[in-house]
């Protein structure tokens, strides 16, 4: 039986608790790794050790350095107690207020994509090996045998659109930090992230808008769910096979709204100090640096939500593996959520990765190739995608 609260379902609000708590943490988690992962990755590709220095001292001599990892935390806690330099001049609210508006954009729009199906926690504990864990499968056997949940922390029928609401307030960050600081590099710094953003926006959502005239819907569990079925009876129907031009579309914007190289003009160092944030220092310095970690990780969600199935893998279903030819493989419910589970995160690990080589990998833009490459390239591309896909659509393809 669900116990009620003021008329708030318990079960459900602390479901929805730790599913909020679980992205939460996984979100900060990723972002750690990309940091550390950025130092080791750009390290192997200029032949280089890395970051390697900062260690625990272990009795016998040894030394705790976690390939590195230790590093990172010295550089977390120098910034902790760093002495926090402001400008003599400045808008104080605007100020602190800019690094919200960079942090949790990306943290709050990844509420409404499903990280992996429905999951029913009587049937889940009720598999060999997860027998070894205390309490819970006899709890919910015998007080809530039919309970289940998805694991969304919000479906909303417009996610879509909510994902494209919330993501492009993170712009404003940028914006605040630039005009806040009193500063000339850190002005044109916010500039320049204002015009990238505008100039690739349009595309990156024309590039969506041909996903929701194949799949029609903007709820991101429906658009998940179509992805899971099969074209033909045997191609997984994954955005990236049914829209592929869209696919390179939304990569290059999504990288671009980034700020990452080759995009990376609005902190170009060379040219603007650290562009924006350039009068930041210390814990707050690190809090925006933090925070393009995490819209790299945003990123990669985005990329294996609406082109890679999301949470799905081929030939998957609720209770087993189906196969073309009619071949089947039966799965244990628990076994199915926790393939889900390590698909979605094999996908996004993956992506974040990619976007890190590519950050390592290619030259800046100057700033008039960047424009030509928004406004005469991928703009024009978006259009004709769609109007290819409207024309496909309307004839009954796909």
Not at 335 to 356: C, E, G
């Amino acid at each position: 039986m669900e116990a009620n609260f003021l008329g708030i379902n318990v079960v459900k609000f602390w479901t929805y608790f730790i599913l909020a708590g679980g992205i939460f943490a996984f979100m900060f988690l990723m972002g750690a790794v990309m940091s550390w992962s950025e130092r080791k990755q750009s390290a192997v590709l200029q032949d280089r050790i890395g970051a390697n220095r900062a260690s625990i001292p272990l009795p016998f001599g040894k030394k705790l350095a976690m390939w590195g990892f230790i590093n990172n935390l010295a550089d977390a806690i120098k910034c902790l107690i760093k002495e926090d330099f402001k400008p003599g001049v400045y808008d104080k609210l605007m100020y602190n207020l800019a690094i919200f508006f960079a942090f949790v954009p990306a943290v709050l729009a990844v509420a409404v994509v499903p990280f992996a199906g429905v999951l029913k926690p009587a049937e889940f504990f009720n598999v060999s090996y997860l027998k070894w864990i205390p309490y819970l499968p006899e709890y919910f056997a015998k007080n809530l045998p039919n309970f289940s949940f998805r694991l969304q922390v919000a479906d909303l029928n417009v996610g879509l659109l909510f994902i494209f609401a919330v993501g492009g307030v993170s712009v404003f960050g940028a914006i605040l930090a630039g005009w806040s600081s009193n500063n000339k590099f850190s002005m044109m710094g916010a500039l320049r992230s204002a015009s990238q953003m505008i100039s690739y926006e349009v595309s990156m959502g024309l590039s969506l808008v041909g996903i929701i005239f194949i799949f029609q819907t903007v709820n991101i569990w429906d658009l998940v769910q179509a992805q899971s079925e099969l074209a033909w009876g045997w191609l997984p129907k994954w955005g990236i096979f049914v829209q592929p031009l869209a696919f390179f579309i939304f990569l290059a914007a999504a990288v671009a709204e980034n700020k990452r190289v080759p995009f990376d003009l609005p902190e170009a160092e060379s040219e603007i100090i650290s562009g924006y944030f350039t009068e930041y220092s210390a814990f707050k310095m690190l809090l925006f640096m933090f925070a393009e970690f995490i819209e790299i990780v945003f990123v990669a969600i985005m990329i294996a939500t609406f082109f890679f199935g999301g949470y799905t893998v081929p030939y998957l279903l609720a209770d087993g593996f189906y196969f073309p030819g009619g071949s089947y493989v039966h799965l244990s419910h628990a076994t199915v959520v926790i393939l889900q589970v390590l698909s979605f995160q094999v996908k996004v690990f993956f992506f974040a990765w990619f976007l890190q080589q590519m950050r390592w990998s290619l030259p800046r833009f100057r700033y008039d190739q960047l424009m030509q490459l928004g406004w005469r390239i991928l703009l024009p591309l978006a259009i004709v995608n769609l109007i290819i896909t409207i024309i496909i659509v309307a004839l009954g393809g796909l």
